[in-house]
Structures are given as C-alpha cells and as structure tokens.
C-alpha cells in the first residue's frame, strides 16, 4: 500500500539554525499538509498546500515556516531561525482531493520526523 | 479551546471484549469525522470515517457511530485483539474550503491477553 515517507526521522539542531523536514507523499495525491505534535499535546495543524500554494494555515505557521513543493514528488517544511519550543514531532499528510465538501477523503500521515532544538 | 475532546486517556479491555472509545465536540460546522489509530514511533494511520450525513459506518471490526444532535462519536472495537493497544485519535473537520482536521488528545487503548 502506497505510503506518505519522511525524512529523517530524527533532526537535532541547534537554536537559531534553519533546518528543511523533507516528505514524499503518495504519488496521485493532490493535497499535502503538515501538523505538529508537542510532547503530551495535541497534534496541531499547521499548513496545508494545493496546487503550488498554500490553501490555509493556522497561528502557529508564522513567517518562519515556510514550504515548498520543488518538484513533482517532494514537499518540504522549512524552519528559517529554529526556537526551543519549535521542538516536536511534525507529520506530513496527503490526500488525494480536497477534504471538503461531498468527496470526503481522509488524510494520511506519514510516520513524522522528530525535531530537537537544543 | 478544544473542539474535540476524548475525555478518557486510557482504556483497558480483555481480548475478545468490546472497546469503546469515545469523542465529543463543540464546533456544529464539522461534518466528517475520522479515528486514526498511532502507535509509538509511527504516524497516525486512518482506520474509519464517517460523514455527517449517516450515523454508522462500519469495517470489519471497527464501527464509528455518530450522534449529531448530541455531538458525540464512539469507536467500537470487536472483538478486541493485543495488536489494538495503541493511542487512538478522533479527528474532525468542516465542510468549507479545505478545512484542517482537528484533534482529540487520544485515548490510550491496552488490550489485556
């Protein structure tokens, strides 16, 4: 079965210090998102992107995250100046259509890359 | 603000018993509603989903029942079997663009051999 992958699987990095989170989503998917989860919290949405632009982000997505779909098969997050609190387990997800409307289609996740910031 | 609540963070069930994992909700513009089972070191995998429109969806073991008037889901899990023990998050999302799913907390399950 076709799955969302990302790499690495474990980033440490230093404060201040940019760092891009890399994922491949399932190929004929058209939708690509990418959440957050704090250790003990939530999994909290952060971005999502159709058609080479971002179609909604939340708070949390300020001016130092940013992403980019460079060719036809990968889809980065990018952190410009890394914080103490940016540590956390970011997933990426696709879907094949929009999930909204009458055409639901669920999300998949990859399996997430672990971000310490030190 | 938590617009999706799993009020119970763990759940204990012998094998072969029923699991019964249960979700609310406050915002009445949400119209799908996902459960997606982790376990550690792995992402969210989708296990069911159901539309505001219906009130039962079944697979297999897994069946999600939704109570709109109440906004109340519940996952049903039978039989119950070792390999389900794991987180298990309830998702929600409107109708309108291409909305965000919101989480629950989850809900530890351990399923007792």
């Known amino acids: 079965e076709p799955e969302v992958t990302q790499t690495p699987s474990h980033q440490v990095t230093q404060m201040g210090q940019e760092v891009i989170l890399r994922c491949v989503p399932i190929s004929n998917h058209l939708y690509f998102y990418w959440y957050r989860q704090i250790l003990g919290q939530k999994v909290e949405f952060l971005v999502s992107f159709y058609n080479n632009e971002i179609s909604e982000k939340s708070e949390i997505f300020d001016d130092q995250f940013s992403v980019e779909r460079p060719d036809g098969s990968n889809f980065t997050l990018k952190i410009r100046s890394t914080k103490l609190e940016d540590s956390a387990m970011y997933f990426c997800?696709?879907?094949?259509?929009?999930?909204?409307?009458?055409?639901?289609?669920?999300?998949?996740f990859g399996d997430g890359t672990r971000l310490s910031i030190l | 603000d938590q617009q999706v609540k799993q009020n119970s963070p763990s759940l204990s069930v012998q094998e072969g018993r029923i699991s019964i994992l249960n979700c609310d909700y406050t915002n009445s513009m949400f119209d799908y509603f996902l459960w997606y089972k982790k376990y550690p070191a792995e992402g969210p995998t989708f296990l069911i989903s159901?539309?505001?429109?219906?009130d039962k969806n079944e697979d297999g073991r897994f069946t999600v029942f939704l109570n709109k008037s109440a906004k109340h889901l519940s996952l049903h899990i039978v039989p119950s079997q070792p390999g389900d023990s794991a987180v298990y998050f309830c998702?929600?999302?409107?109708?309108?663009?291409?909305?965000?799913?919101?989480f629950g907390k989850g809900t530890r399950l351990s399923v007792i051999a």
């Open positions: 159901i539309s505001s429109i219906k």
């Open positions: 997800a696709s879907s094949y259509r929009r999930t909204g409307g009458y055409s639901n289609q669920p999300q998949h």
């Open positions: 998702a929600a999302r409107g109708s309108s663009g291409n909305t965000p799913l919101v």
